[in-house]
């Protein structure tokens, strides 16, 4: 794999290696620096995290995920989704909008005992069949991506009703292919998340109407099932080198997106990959697939029912051996490492000391981590990487991945 992220070296910065139990690894093939951008590539498809049956379309163009502004172009044929310019609109092929049409038509009844999340389901199908006809290496490259699902009840039904309602299948698709295509989205999709402002805000809406809810006794009716998480996604993308990071609970590279700028050469869905620390030739380079303050029942089990196996990295070691009221209790003093990170650093030290849990790091060596390299905003959870070296030496400035503030590093060299 070449650096794609503007640097000019001639070797490669990461080469794709088979290990026992992880299946596909990217290992450094030469010492990576904190901050270097180690990969960037454009999404083999991307598709609107917006199910379709909503009296609140999504406020994203369907091709570029830029906000829209007022002079968006919604599509006169199916009506059902909104561009920012004539070259975005221009992706909209005739069979992806026939078949949008007629989903809506049919959808009400069809998707009634539903959840939304299969409406999202079907647009990554329609994204996915789409690309076979559109692009038929690129659906190959989709192909040869880990997940291969048996046919579930859910799979059958999304199958059944797309190949009865939308116009012939652009390449003969079985149920079966459909299946593994689902797992495939699962097991390598990227959420592209909101703005962080636009999330605060919905966030601080939905609170308000709790707040009411509660005081007036209504209802409430689901209002922002989009929001309703800890970050909030507006799309998601395939990307095929990206998907051969492994997963590990203390990452040593995230990824950035840049979906807002305003680039004008149509790669503002990239996708950026940039080292959080310097890492050895040879060493496995990892993503977090989730934020990383979760605590280690949560990522268990969300690694075990999404991408199927159990993560035994080295903060997994650690934490099997604390008890669930430690696990959340340190879940609690990471989401607060927010301001006065050495006042906390050594209020838990004291705590821990006061617990007889530990009077050394062993009981939590992974404090570190947490203290440089998770963002200190509320609510945001992101994690934080220097910003690209420019010359030899590595940025001062850390940058989160997810609410995009910038702050200086405080503590220097290398954990
Ligand atoms: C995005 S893919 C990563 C590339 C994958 N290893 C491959 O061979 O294509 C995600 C899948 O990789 C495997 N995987 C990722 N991280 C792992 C880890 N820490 N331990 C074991 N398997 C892992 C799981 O099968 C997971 O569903």
Known sequence: ???????????????????????????????????????????????????????????????????????????????????????????HT?????????????????????????????????????????????????????????????????????????????????????AALLEKDKV???????????????????AALLEKDKVNGFGLMEPFSVCNEKRSVRAYGIYPKT???????????CRFDYVDSDSSDGNNTDIIIRMIHDVPLGREVCLSYFPVNMNYAGRQKRLLEDYGFRCECDRCKVESGWSEGEDDENEEAMDE????????EEEMEEEEEEEGCGDDESSFPHAYFFARYMCEKENCFGTLA??????????????????????????????
């Open 1 to 91: 794999m070449k650096d794609d992220g503007g640097a000019k070296s001639e070797t490669p910065l990461l080469q794709v290696a088979e290990i026992n139990g992880r299946g596909r690894s990217l290992v450094a093939a030469q010492p990576l620096r904190a901050g270097q951008v180690i990969l960037r590539e454009s999404p083999l498809l991307l598709y609107s995290a917006f199910p379709f049956l909503t009296s609140s379309p999504s406020p994203y163009c369907d091709h570029c995920f830029r906000h829209l502004s007022q002079s968006s172009h919604r599509c006169q044929s199916c009506s059902l989704v909104s561009f920012c310019t004539p070259n975005c609109l221009s992706f």
């Open 94 to 178: 005739p069979w992806l909008c026939e078949s949008l049409r007629r989903l809506h038509q049919s959808s009400s009844a069809a998707f009634a005992d539903q959840s939304p999340e299969r409406q999202v389901q079907a647009r990554f199908l329609l994204s996915a069949y789409n690309l076979a006809s559109a692009s038929p290496p690129d659906f190959q490259i989709l192909l040869s991506l880990q997940g291969n699902g048996d046919s579930t009840s859910d799979s059958a039904f999304l199958h059944a009703l797309l190949s009865s309602v939308c116009p012939p299948l652009p390449v003969p698709i079985s149920p079966e292919l459909t």
């Open 188 to 206: 390598n999709g990227f959420g592209l998340m909101e703005p962080f402002s636009v999330c605060n805000e919905k966030r601080s809406l939905t």
């Open 243 to 253: 998907s051969f990071f492994n997963h590990d609970c203390l990452p040593n590279a």
């Open 337 to 344: 490492m927010d301001g006065g990170e050495d006042d906390q």
């Open 386 to 415: 220097p910003l690209p070296p420019k010359s030899h030496d590595v940025s001062r400035f850390l940058e989160c991945n997810v609410c995009g503030s910038v702050k200086e590093d405080e503590v220097g060299g290398n954990p």
